[in-house]
C-alpha cells in the first residue's frame, strides 16, 4: 500500500503546499493471506522541500500462526529537499524496516532489516496535475546485508472521469542478496479508487511482484476503503 499518495499529494505540494493524510483499510486476498491490513499516510510539503511516511500494518493471518494481533509491521520515512521553485532534481534521503512473522513458524517475529537510501528524484505533471509521474534512482544501504546497493522507483497518479476516479501506484526495482539466491527484486502496487466524496474513496489495489514473496512470480489483489483527511 506504500507511496501511492505521494504522487497524489504533489499535486496539493505544488498548487496549494498543503499537509495532507489518509488511512486506508485492504482485505488482502491473496494465497495464504485472507487478512486484513491497515495503511497510514502523510505528505507535507514546505519551501524547503516535502516529507513523505507510511506504516503498513497486517492483522492476524492463520498461517503465520498468529490468531489476535498484529502480524507484520513496515514504515518508511523520506524526505526530498528543494532550494528554489525551478528545481528539476530535489535531492532525497529514506529510512525503512519492520518487522514480520514468518508463516507457520513458532519463533518469534523477524525483522525488516534497517535500510538507507540516498538519490534524487525528478516529477512531471501536466498543465492540469491529472497526470503526474515521478522517478527516483538511490544508493541502497541494507545494515548487515548489502553495502552497495541501488533502487529505482516511479510513482504515478491519474486522475480520471472528472476526478471520479483515480489512477495511483508505485514501482520499485533493487538489488537485495535472498537466501534463496535471487538478488534482484521487483514490486508494484497499482490502485484504481473511485472516490465517493472529497474524503473517501472506495476501490483497491494489485500487488505484483517478482522475487519478493519467494522466487516466484505473485499477484495479489486486495479491496478497500481510503480516508482523506
Known sequence: MKKTLFAICLILG??????????????????????????????????????????DMDYSADDRDVENGISSAYWEIARAFKWNENQKFMPRVEYN???????GDDTPFVPIENCWLIGVERTWASADFSKILTLQAN?????????????LTAVWTIQMADGKLTFTGFADFWKE????????????EPQLWYNASKNLSLGGEVEFSNNFLGNEFHVMPTIGAKYTF
Open 14 to 55: 505544488l498548487t496549494l503546499n498543503g499537509f495532507t493524510q489518509n488511512v486506508q483499510l485492504h482485505y488482502d486476498m491473496g494465497d495464504g493471506r485472507g487478512y486484513f491490513t491497515s495503511t497510514v499516510e502523510m505528505f507535507k510539503p514546505d519551501k524547503y522541500g516535502s516529507t513523505f511516511f507510511f506504516i
Open 97 to 103: 524496516g519492520g518487522v514480520f512473522k514468518l508463516n
Open 139 to 151: 544508493y541502497k544501504y541494507i545494515k548487515d546485508k548489502e553495502d552497495a546497493s541501488f533502487q
Open 177 to 188: 542478496e535472498m537466501f534463496w539466491g535471487t538478488d534482484f527484486r521487483f514490486l508494484t
